[in-house]
């Protein structure tokens, strides 16, 4: 099994920034992906990627290219999100999402609000 523990979200006004971090804990194996998928509130669509991360490099949402960086700690197995020019269409439930060997894990989410 595999923990992920979420933090960083809240209410941010458009063109504002924040970081979310993750930080995961139990069973971890090498040559894991760590990243982000988002859900709007209310919204029944699966969770939609953000970010990604893995040994051989990163992967972006067009969205969110330009705006967002990810980052992997690799000793401490967190990952980052920082979030820059904040738009209203970014408010969603964030989830942390650590992805091996074809399983995933996920953290519980956390909310980022940005008022327009």
């Known amino acids: 099994q595999v923990q992920l523990v979420e933090s960083g979200g809240g209410l941010v006004q458009a063109g504002g920034s924040l970081t979310l971090s993750c930080a995961a804990s139990?069973?971890?194996?090498?040559?894991?992906?760590l990243g982000w998928f988002r859900q709007p509130p209310g919204n029944a669509r699966e969770r939609e990627l953000v970010?990604?991360?893995?040994?051989?490099?990163?992967n972006y949402a067009d969205s969110v290219k330009g705006r967002f960086t990810i980052s992997k700690d690799n000793a401490k197995n967190t990952v980052h999100l920082q979030m820059n020019s904040l738009k209203a269409e970014d408010t969603a439930v964030y989830y942390c999402?650590?992805?091996?060997?074809?399983?995933?894990?996920w953290g519980k989410g956390t909310l980022v609000t940005v008022s327009s």
């Open positions: 970010a990604v991360i893995n040994s051989y490099g990163t």
């Open positions: 999402n650590y992805h091996s060997h074809g399983v995933d894990y």
């Open positions: 139990g069973r971890t194996s090498s040559g894991y992906r």
